[in-house]
């Protein structure tokens, strides 16, 4: 120390410094800064981790720096330390290598800084805690074994498998990952040579013995997979392990190998089964299937050929339908000059990494035929109008090609008729002779009864052996009344009109439609009689008549008074009949109606008296039996024959003549009596 003041001698006093004894030590605080958290990769835990901070100490003193750690939420704990530390600037370094995988997650380090070996309670420094995060290591995966190996799926997995090997490698520990260590390894197979579609077939927990991992192939059931060349490819590590998620593909470019082989394709013609086509008319499809241990093969190639060989039998692959479930079709049309008979049908499969089927057949797939034609119904009718008991000959025109290619081949044609109430079955035949390969003829003989009257349609139709049909259009025809002739066969020469004898008229109805005479007892005739004999018109209303079971028509006929005497004339026949047509005799026959005379004497009275020279005047008037009713005989006038006779008391009989004729109906004469 130095010091001096006016009026004073200065003085300078010197004081040498003694630790602990004289003096005193001026000291600076060590400073820690810039820490460094450094993974050799990107943060594995397996990795070597370097930290770092930065330490000055302006007095050079020896320093001690401690590397504390701890995982956030836990307590800190002392990592390393380092004491001989001096300088300013210094880079202080600690590295670890011996993190576990239990210690992924967040982590927190700091540093602290004092002297050493003394140690001042104020002499200290210390950084903010650094945050990291230990992260799962990074792995690789090596192919032991397995690639392109084959598989023969049918027998699998017991007759045939392959065995899939892999290890897995801890790149940031730089050793094989132990035995026993969780990876979760998953073995994934594509289902099919041709998609993405991977499957999980197989997984392991943990590491095997000798630090390898192995499945069998296939760990799924066999007909998980198809048949090809199959991609396979390893995954490992991820959730639950202490390894990020890989795959092999990440370490090799590219994915394994496994061919799937099974036994040659199975193949078989379902269809046509026996079946028959109208040749260039029905279309024909071919179906078959395809299979092989597991189920129906799908995207085949397929081809179908007939046997005999043809064009149109023919089906390349690109003309096949793949139902994509085993089944395929194909459909083709008859050519139109294709031969008539019996076809076998062939079908082969193929398909890549598939042994080719055999070429299978069914014998007599199908059989050609045609479709039997007809044409031209028709009867024999003029306009198609006819009685029904008229032969009606209803005729068609059919033809079946293929009668000449088969034997056995026949056509039924039928006639069918709507009488009303929809059509029946009229009539029916075979045509089966070599003939009916070409245009034939087929007639129908029908007859009706009475109560087919109308308007009708008919028509054929045709069917052959292979059960195809065919049919006409419909016609019209028309069935009526039939056709009579009246036949004379008898009546009386006279009449009596007095009393009840009766005169009998015969005749008989003549179907010349069915050829017969006609027996039906309730057919309805009528017969007519004229009732003026001088006038060929007088006709009376007509008697109603049937026929007898014996085909003859009788009319017992008792004139009564409004028929006159004389020469009368009948007609008889049909008449409003439902069944026949009115016809009437050809011609009037004739006969005679007899009245009876009666005499009325007028003069002499009854009971006079006359001398023997006496002239007696005799009159009488001519009547009939109708004269009460009938004017035109009442009297009857210019008999024929008119005499007056006189009959004595004893017996003796006297002509009066002349007897005169009024030509009024009466008569006399004048008489002197002779013998009286």
Known sequence: MNFSREN?????????????????????????????????????????????????????DNLVVRMWLRKVGSNWFLQDANYSVKGTNVVVTFTKTDFASTDIGDWEVKFNVTDYPHVDSWDMNETAPVGFTLIQDDINITLVEGNDTVVNRSIAPAQSNATFSVKIYDVDRKQWVGVGVPVNVKFYVSADPYTSNFIEDSSVSSVQAGQFVNTTFPAQPRCTYDIGLLRWYVQAGGTGTAYKLVNSTQFYGDY???????????????????????????????????????????AASITFDTEPSTVWGHCDPSEVTDYNNGTYSCTVVSASDAVLQWYNLSMQASKQ???????????DSFVLATNPQIRNPRTDKVGNIGGWGEKWT???????????????????????????????????????????ADWTTVSFVQTFNCGKQGI?????????????????SEVSITIEKDDVDIEFVSDPDYVDREGSATGQFVFRIYDTDRGEYVANTSTVARIWFTTNASDANSWDQGWLVHPSSDGFVYFNFNPDCNYSVGIQKW???????????????????????????????????????????????????????????????????????????LISPYGVVEQCTPVNNSYNGWYNCTNRCKNC
Request: glycine fraction near 6%; charge should be negative; aromatic fraction near 14%.
């Open 256 to 298: 394994f190998y496994v061919t799937m082989v099974t036994y040659p394709l199975q193949a078989v013609v379902q269809l046509p089964d026996n079946q028959t086509y109208r040749r260039a008319v029905d279309p024909i499809t071919f179906v078959g299937y395809v299979w092989d241990d597991c189920s129906g093969v799908k």
């Open 456 to 472: 009708k349609t008919f028509k054929f139709n045709v069917s052959d052996y292979w059960g195809y049909t065919n049919e006409t």
């Open 8 to 60: 004073y001698i200065s003085n300078i006093t010197t004081e040498n410094f003694v630790l602990g004894e004289s003096g005193f030590f001026l000291e600076t605080k060590p400073k820690i800064e810039n820490v460094q958290v450094i993974p050799s990769d990107d943060g594995g835990w397996g990795e070597t981790w370097t930290f770092k901070v930065t330490v000055s100490d302006e007095d050079l």
């Open 394 to 436: 209803f005729s068609v025109d059919v033809k079946d090609v293929d009668r000449a290619a088969y034997s056995f081949e026949r056509m039924n044609i039928s006639l069918w008729i709507d009488f009303g109430q929809g059509y029946e079955l009229v009539n029916s035949t075979l045509c089966t002779a070599v003939t009916c």
């Open 571 to 645: 007609k008889a026949g049909t008449y409003n009949d439902a069944c026949y047509k009115d016809e009437l005799l050809s011609f009037y026959p004739e006969f005679e109606i007899r009245g009876q005379l009666k005499n009325l004497l007028t003069e002499p009275v009854s009971g006079s008296i006359f001398n023997v020279t006496q002239l007696i005047k005799i009159n009488f008037t001519t009547l009939s039996e109708c004269s009460d009713v009938r004017s035109d005989e009442n009297p009857v006038i210019n008999a024929s024959v008119y005499t007056i006779e």
């Open 353 to 363: 990494y598939y042994t080719s089927s055999d070429m299978v057949k069914k014998i």
